[in-house]
Nanobody, 121 residues
């Protein structure tokens, strides 16, 4: 089964930057949408940013102008560059993909295990 492997979380001071990466653990026939979600303490999981296979992006309002999502289709990898981080960005960040694993499969949703991002004031 496909797994999404995340890296790049950590502790940073307010105003700092972090870059998250997420790669599929094996070859996938087609990855349609990739994205990042986050879940802060006591909050519901929310969509942060998504990117389609042809590069169209969408951002949650509070991260526009600060976060940038990109992907490498050849590597089935998605990145999230986070700049000007704020304490309210503190959350567990999850990678997400809508993908077709094998040529005759239906599209399915995949999640990473989550990576902690902590922004100190």
């Amino acid at each position: 089964q496909v797994q999404l492997v995340e890296s790049g979380g950590g502790l940073v001071q307010a105003g700092g930057s972090l870059r998250l990466s997420c790669a599929a653990s094996r070859t996938i026939f087609r990855v349609n949408v990739m994205g990042w979600y986050r879940q802060g303490p006591g909050k519901q999981r929310e969509e942060v940013a998504t990117i389609t296979s042809d590069g169209r992006t969408n951002y949650e309002e509070s991260v526009k102008g600060r976060f940038t999502i990109t992907r490498d289709n050849a590597k089935n990898t998605v990145y999230l560059q986070m700049n000007s981080l704020k304490p309210e960005d503190t959350a567990v960040y999850y990678c997400h993909a809508l993908a077709v694993e094998k040529v005759f499969d239906d599209e399915d949703a995949y999640w990473g295990q989550g990576t902690q991002v902590t922004v100190s004031s």
